[in-house]
């Protein structure tokens, strides 16, 4: 059983920053992405930034030049450094990794339970 557990949320004045960390528990599995998405109450979850095995990022346009991903040696715990928050990135953060079993083929989508980001003055 793969569970992601996410910490490092909290409230965070504008201007100043935060470390997300999410780590994959269990065994028996390789990630091959793993990435931050948010969603704000009434509004659809959106991508923030996901990381690839290989290293490949990609952000999104709001997330590009202040926040930054980052994966572990061992590839099971990313991280999201975001620096210079705005009230608008206030958000329930989740985590999300694409998981394939060992002996098995099909690669399946987990998500972490999200960490509260309050960015307010």
């Known amino acids: 059983q793969v569970q992601l557990v996410e910490s490092g949320g909290g409230l965070v004045q504008p201007g100043g920053s935060l470390r997300l960390s999410c780590a994959a528990s269990g065994s028996g599995f390789s990630i091959s992405l793993m990435g931050w998405y948010r969603q704000d109450p009434g509004k659809q979850r959106e991508l923030v930034a996901t990381?690839?095995?290989?290293?490949?990022?990609n952000y999104a346009d709001s997330a590009k030049g202040r926040f930054t991903i980052s994966r572990d040696n061992a590839e099971t715990t990313v991280a999201l450094q975001m620096n210079g928050l705005k009230p608008e990135d206030t958000a329930v953060y989740y985590c999300k990794a694409l998981i394939r079993h060992s002996g098995q083929m099909t690669t399946y989508q987990y998500w972490g339970q999200g960490t509260q980001v309050t960015v307010s003055s």
């Open positions: 990381i690839t095995s290989g290293g490949n990022t």
